[in-house]
């Protein structure tokens, strides 16, 4: 190993860290225990610290004790949790990232006008379970080129699609050429569903395969961001490794390749990060650069209600 680059933009989006927030103020305003209905975001550093702050992670409502708060968690979830919520007497504290929560309106809006949804998204992904909760009658999962080459539906007339936020762009657009070739009359949102850290940071990814040999992705393997960002190196040519922590970095990485390029997934805190640069530079000190590719502005803020509550009203 001769050189670092270190990606930017890379970790925490701003909807990660909207989710952190809105969980790190419940617990300011109603204590322990907090439930959570799934993993926060996906990521199990994030996870065993707010479990290690009287945090309850669930995965069915059911589990949530009648009467108390409950965070759903930055995937968002269907109609059918949230009424199963209000059921139980649960005070709700939504986490779900904007960008998320939009294409949930889409979904609802489009089923309205009585259209067929095309999902597409990765089956078993609680993104793409609550999204298709919105209208399960009317929504179609597809999960890659060779389900838009064999799908089959009753009607083709009124046709959307739509998208799960964390995908790979280009495995996007590969599926939506092939989905409308088929389907002439398929419609797409005036904006697309992909979120733009997940763009920018495959495109940062792209950017860092042409100057290295290897690609490290930290984050977790249950972050499908994350795992795209694996996906998006290799695609582009380079030997790319997913490590959630600094321990699995191996030591011949550092023999085998001349130079490293580092990035994480947008459920990755810097934290992690940092350990994986101090672990590399025990290894091997090297020059370590910073390879910008673009700019993000964009933070989204917690309710004021919830603001309120944790300041004590």
């Known amino acids: ?72 968690s930055a995937h968002g979830v269907s109609p059918e949790v949230r009424e199963q919520s209000r059921q139980r007497g649960l005070k709700i504290i939504d986490a779900t990232c904007p960008l998320v929560d939009k294409v949930h309106r889409e979904a609802r809006e489009w089923a309205q006008r009585g259209y067929t949804i095309l999902y597409i998204g990765h089956e078993g992904h609680v993104e793409a379970e609550g999204t298709m ?30 998208t799960q936020t964390t995908l790979s762009v280009d495995e996007v657009t590969s599926i939506v050429e092939v989905l409308a070739a088929r389907f002439p009359r398929l419609r797409t949102p005036r904006k697309e569903d992909i979120c733009y850290a997940t763009t920018t940071r495959q495109e940062a990814v792209k950017a860092l395969a042409e100057q290295c040999d ?41 023999e085998q390749f001349q130079v490293i390029g580092v990035t994480s997934g947008a459920s990755t805190p810097e934290l992690v990060v940092d350990q994986v640069m101090s672990r590399l530079m025990d290894l091997r000190a090297v020059p370590v650069d910073t390879l910008k590719t673009a700019e993000e502005r964009i933070h989204f803020r917690a309710p004021r209600e919830l603001v309120a509550a944790a300041q004590g009203g």
Do not use: K
């Open 214 to 254: 290897m690609i490290l992705v930290v984050g977790s393997t249950t972050s499908s961001n994350t795992n795209r960002l694996r996906e998006v190196a290799e695609s582009n040519g380079c030997v790319s490794y997913l490590i959630g922590t600094a321990e699995e970095l191996r030591p011949e990485w550092v």
């Open 1 to 72: 190993m001769e050189r670092v680059v270190l990606a930017a933009p890379r970790g925490f989006c701003a909807g990660v860290a909207y989710a952190i927030d809105i969980v790190n103020r419940a617990l300011d305003a109603f204590g322990t225990p907090l439930y959570v209905r799934h993993a926060i975001v996906h990521n199990e550093w994030v996870v065993r610290s707010f479990e290690d702050r009287g945090v309850v992670f669930v995965e069915e409502i059911a589990e949530v004790p009648a009467g108390m708060p409950v965070v759903f």
């Open 133 to 162: 909760g919105e209208a399960p009658a009317q929504m179609v999962l597809v999960d890659n080129v060779d389900q838009a080459r064999t799908l089959e539906l009753a009607q083709a007339e009124r046709l959307v699609v739509l």
